[in-house]
């Protein structure tokens, strides 16, 4: 398990920095606050998704919120999330 970022020696001046450019190339090209913000929203959730190879529930956690939060963000920001697999049960299975 990766340590948080924030524990890694070193991290938070390397992270500053790199937030520090995206920051002034943002405001360079007139990038709204609010707009930023969705992107950066968008992209960390999706990229959570992804590495927890689309389970909700992981992607949640490692997100620190819930997974219900994790499914309204995404409705909000127009994200779509991979669908959760759902059991059949047997008797439907067969009627179809």
Do not use: C, W
Request: hydrophobic letters at 35%; glycine letters at 8%.
């Amino acid at each position: 398990m990766r340590a948080p970022i924030s524990e890694k020696p070193g991290a938070d001046v390397n992270l500053d920095g790199q937030l520090q450019q995206i920051i002034d190339e943002l405001l360079s090209h007139g990038i709204s606050l609010d707009l930023a913000k969705k992107e950066f929203e968008k992209k960390y959730i999706v990229g959570a998704v992804k590495r927890s190879s689309g389970n909700l529930g992981r992607a949640a956690t490692s997100l620190g919120i819930h997974r219900n939060t994790l499914r309204n963000k995404a409705g909000i920001l127009n994200i779509r999330l991979p669908r959760e697999k759902t059991r059949v049960s047997p008797d439907i299975a067969k009627k179809k």
